[in-house]
Protein backbone atom coordinates (compact mmCIF):
# COMPACT_ATOMS: atom_id res chain seq x y z
CA UNK A 1 0.00 0.00 0.00
CA UNK A 2 1.64 3.43 -1.13
CA UNK A 3 1.88 5.77 2.44
CA UNK A 4 -0.88 7.98 2.71
CA UNK A 5 -0.07 11.84 2.91
CA UNK A 6 -1.50 15.29 4.03
CA UNK A 7 -4.63 15.74 5.39
CA UNK A 8 -8.26 14.91 3.88
CA UNK A 9 -10.72 17.49 2.52
CA UNK A 10 -14.57 16.39 2.47
CA UNK A 11 -15.05 16.05 -1.15
CA UNK A 12 -11.55 16.89 -2.16
CA UNK A 13 -8.37 16.36 -3.20
CA UNK A 14 -5.31 15.28 -0.81
CA UNK A 15 -3.46 18.69 0.27
CA UNK A 16 -0.11 19.33 2.08
CA UNK A 17 0.62 22.77 3.21
CA UNK A 18 -2.28 24.37 1.66
CA UNK A 19 -0.92 23.63 -1.82
CA UNK A 20 -3.12 21.16 -4.19
CA UNK A 21 -0.80 18.25 -5.72
CA UNK A 22 -3.78 17.55 -8.19
CA UNK A 23 -3.11 21.18 -9.58
CA UNK A 24 0.87 21.26 -9.76
CA UNK A 25 1.30 22.36 -6.30
CA UNK A 26 4.89 21.56 -5.24
CA UNK A 27 5.30 21.11 -1.62
CA UNK A 28 8.36 20.85 0.31
CA UNK A 29 7.58 17.76 1.90
CA UNK A 30 4.04 15.75 2.83
CA UNK A 31 3.86 13.65 6.10
CA UNK A 32 3.20 10.54 5.85
CA UNK A 33 1.81 7.19 7.65
CA UNK A 34 2.96 3.81 7.43
CA UNK A 35 6.27 2.57 6.36
CA UNK A 36 7.65 4.83 3.66
CA UNK A 37 7.73 8.38 3.79
CA UNK A 38 7.12 10.26 0.67
CA UNK A 39 9.46 13.85 -0.16
CA UNK A 40 7.83 15.68 -2.65
CA UNK A 41 9.74 17.40 -4.98
CA UNK A 42 10.38 18.64 -8.24
CA UNK A 43 7.71 17.81 -10.64
CA UNK A 44 7.31 14.65 -8.22
CA UNK A 45 3.40 13.08 -7.76
CA UNK A 46 2.45 11.48 -5.02
CA UNK A 47 -0.23 8.45 -5.18
CA UNK A 48 -3.69 9.88 -3.80
CA UNK A 49 -5.50 7.41 -1.28
CA UNK A 50 -7.78 7.71 1.38
CA UNK A 51 -7.10 7.00 4.81
CA UNK A 52 -8.40 3.01 6.21
CA UNK A 53 -11.50 3.69 8.33
CA UNK A 54 -9.57 1.25 10.42
CA UNK A 55 -7.22 3.63 12.11
CA UNK A 56 -10.53 6.25 12.97
CA UNK A 57 -9.74 8.55 10.06
CA UNK A 58 -12.68 10.30 8.13
CA UNK A 59 -12.85 13.15 5.87
CA UNK A 60 -12.40 16.52 7.79
CA UNK A 61 -9.75 14.77 9.79
CA UNK A 62 -5.99 15.70 9.82
CA UNK A 63 -4.28 12.52 9.22
CA UNK A 64 -1.04 13.96 12.06
CA UNK A 65 -0.98 16.70 14.03
CA UNK A 66 2.33 18.72 13.41
CA UNK A 67 4.53 17.34 16.76
CA UNK A 68 3.50 13.66 15.75
CA UNK A 69 4.51 13.79 11.81
CA UNK A 70 7.97 15.20 13.52
CA UNK A 71 7.72 12.34 15.80
CA UNK A 72 6.82 10.01 13.16
CA UNK A 73 9.95 10.90 10.66
CA UNK A 74 12.33 10.46 13.08
CA UNK A 75 11.02 6.96 14.15
CA UNK A 76 10.78 6.14 10.81
CA UNK A 77 14.49 7.76 9.90
CA UNK A 78 16.10 5.50 12.97
CA UNK A 79 13.90 2.56 11.75
CA UNK A 80 15.41 3.14 8.09
CA UNK A 81 18.82 3.69 9.25
CA UNK A 82 19.08 0.49 11.85
CA UNK A 83 17.79 -1.88 8.69
CA UNK A 84 20.56 -0.09 6.38
CA UNK A 85 23.38 -1.11 8.94
CA UNK A 86 21.97 -4.54 9.46
CA UNK A 87 21.48 -4.72 5.52
CA UNK A 88 25.21 -4.03 5.12
CA UNK A 89 26.07 -5.95 7.81
CA UNK A 90 24.45 -9.01 6.44
CA UNK A 91 26.51 -8.50 3.22
CA UNK A 92 30.25 -7.85 5.28
CA UNK A 93 29.20 -11.02 7.09
CA UNK A 94 28.79 -12.99 3.81
CA UNK A 95 31.68 -10.88 1.89
CA UNK A 96 34.05 -11.49 4.61
CA UNK A 97 32.82 -14.94 6.10
CA UNK A 98 33.61 -16.76 1.97
CA UNK A 99 37.65 -15.24 2.86
CA UNK A 100 37.87 -17.01 6.06
CA UNK A 101 36.81 -20.01 4.34
CA UNK A 102 38.72 -19.93 1.31
CA UNK A 103 41.20 -22.99 2.40
CA UNK A 104 38.24 -24.94 2.04
CA UNK A 105 35.66 -23.53 -1.08
CA UNK A 106 32.72 -23.07 1.27
CA UNK A 107 29.98 -20.45 1.07
CA UNK A 108 28.53 -18.98 4.42
CA UNK A 109 25.23 -21.09 3.76
CA UNK A 110 27.28 -24.05 3.90
CA UNK A 111 29.46 -23.27 6.83
CA UNK A 112 25.96 -22.78 8.42
CA UNK A 113 24.58 -25.96 7.46
CA UNK A 114 27.74 -27.94 8.66
CA UNK A 115 27.69 -25.49 11.95
CA UNK A 116 23.39 -26.56 12.09
CA UNK A 117 24.71 -30.35 11.87
CA UNK A 118 28.18 -30.76 14.09
CA UNK A 119 25.59 -29.34 17.04
CA UNK A 120 25.93 -32.46 19.71
CA UNK A 121 21.77 -32.73 20.45
CA UNK A 122 21.86 -33.51 16.40
CA UNK A 123 25.18 -34.80 15.60
CA UNK A 124 24.58 -38.43 15.76
CA UNK A 125 21.09 -38.54 14.69
CA UNK A 126 20.67 -35.54 12.01
CA UNK A 127 18.21 -33.23 10.89
CA UNK A 128 15.53 -33.47 8.60
CA UNK A 129 15.36 -31.36 5.78
CA UNK A 130 12.59 -29.58 7.36
CA UNK A 131 14.08 -28.99 10.86
CA UNK A 132 17.18 -27.04 9.16
CA UNK A 133 15.01 -25.25 6.83
CA UNK A 134 13.05 -23.65 10.28
CA UNK A 135 16.28 -23.62 12.04
CA UNK A 136 18.52 -21.82 9.55
CA UNK A 137 15.79 -19.93 8.46
CA UNK A 138 16.04 -20.76 4.79
CA UNK A 139 13.85 -21.45 1.91
CA UNK A 140 13.49 -24.89 0.45
CA UNK A 141 15.16 -23.93 -2.62
CA UNK A 142 18.44 -22.42 -1.21
CA UNK A 143 18.64 -25.52 1.20
CA UNK A 144 18.54 -27.85 -1.68
CA UNK A 145 20.81 -26.14 -3.02
CA UNK A 146 23.47 -25.85 -0.57
CA UNK A 147 22.76 -29.82 0.34
CA UNK A 148 23.65 -31.21 -2.74
CA UNK A 149 26.74 -28.91 -3.04
CA UNK A 150 27.43 -30.44 0.34
CA UNK A 151 26.88 -33.80 -0.74
CA UNK A 152 29.33 -33.72 -4.15
CA UNK A 153 32.03 -32.65 -1.23
CA UNK A 154 30.85 -35.86 0.73
CA UNK A 155 30.38 -33.48 3.83
CA UNK A 156 26.81 -34.69 4.38
CA UNK A 157 25.05 -37.82 4.10
CA UNK A 158 21.54 -38.77 3.54
CA UNK A 159 20.40 -41.42 5.72
CA UNK A 160 16.91 -43.17 6.54
CA UNK A 161 15.15 -42.05 9.37
CA UNK A 162 14.85 -44.91 11.81
CA UNK A 163 11.36 -43.89 12.65
CA UNK A 164 10.30 -43.18 9.47
CA UNK A 165 11.59 -45.22 7.36
CA UNK A 166 9.68 -42.54 4.16
CA UNK A 167 11.94 -39.57 5.70
CA UNK A 168 15.88 -39.09 4.97
CA UNK A 169 17.86 -37.17 7.46
CA UNK A 170 21.03 -35.30 7.08
CA UNK A 171 24.31 -35.91 9.05
CA UNK A 172 27.74 -35.35 8.42
CA UNK A 173 30.17 -38.00 7.10
CA UNK A 174 33.47 -38.50 8.72
CA UNK A 175 35.02 -36.24 6.02
CA UNK A 176 32.03 -33.53 7.15
CA UNK A 177 33.16 -33.83 10.82
CA UNK A 178 36.84 -33.50 9.91
CA UNK A 179 36.17 -30.25 7.69
CA UNK A 180 34.24 -28.72 10.43
CA UNK A 181 36.88 -29.58 13.08
CA UNK A 182 39.81 -27.59 10.60
CA UNK A 183 37.65 -24.90 10.01
CA UNK A 184 37.10 -23.88 13.99
CA UNK A 185 40.23 -21.72 13.78
CA UNK A 186 38.83 -19.13 11.20
CA UNK A 187 35.67 -18.98 12.15
CA UNK A 188 37.13 -18.05 15.83
CA UNK A 189 39.66 -15.48 13.87
CA UNK A 190 36.47 -14.41 11.69
CA UNK A 191 34.40 -13.96 15.37
CA UNK A 192 37.16 -12.29 16.72
CA UNK A 193 37.92 -9.81 14.20
CA UNK A 194 34.31 -8.75 14.11
CA UNK A 195 33.52 -8.19 17.79
CA UNK A 196 37.06 -6.88 18.92
CA UNK A 197 35.06 -3.57 19.66
CA UNK A 198 32.59 -5.07 21.89
CA UNK A 199 33.01 -6.23 25.79
CA UNK A 200 31.43 -9.47 26.62
CA UNK A 201 28.30 -7.58 27.69
CA UNK A 202 27.47 -5.92 24.78
CA UNK A 203 28.34 -9.25 23.20
CA UNK A 204 25.01 -10.21 24.94
CA UNK A 205 23.07 -7.55 24.98
CA UNK A 206 23.52 -7.54 21.08
CA UNK A 207 22.85 -11.42 20.62
CA UNK A 208 19.44 -10.47 22.94
CA UNK A 209 18.52 -7.92 20.60
CA UNK A 210 19.12 -9.76 17.55
CA UNK A 211 16.90 -12.70 19.23
CA UNK A 212 14.15 -9.93 19.82
CA UNK A 213 14.42 -8.30 16.43
CA UNK A 214 14.27 -11.66 14.74
CA UNK A 215 10.90 -12.44 16.64
CA UNK A 216 9.47 -9.49 15.62
CA UNK A 217 10.25 -10.50 11.47
CA UNK A 218 8.37 -13.62 11.92
CA UNK A 219 5.33 -11.84 13.29
CA UNK A 220 5.22 -9.11 10.12
Known amino acids: MPPICGTARSGGPWESNGRDWRKGGRPKFATCLYVNVLIVTGNGRPSFRRPPTALGMTRGSTIMSRNDSVAGRVQFDIANR ?80 PEDGRSRLIRLTEEGNRTWEAMQEPIEAFYSGSLVNFSEAEEVQLYQLLDRLRNGLTEV
Not at 84 to 97: A, D, F, I, W
Not at 104 to 122: D, E, S
Request: charge should be positive; charged fraction near 25%.
Open 82 to 161: LFLRLYQCSNLMHKMGVRFMGDFGATTQQWAVLGALARPIVHEKGMSVKELIEFLMLSRQNLTAVLDRLETKHWIERIKD
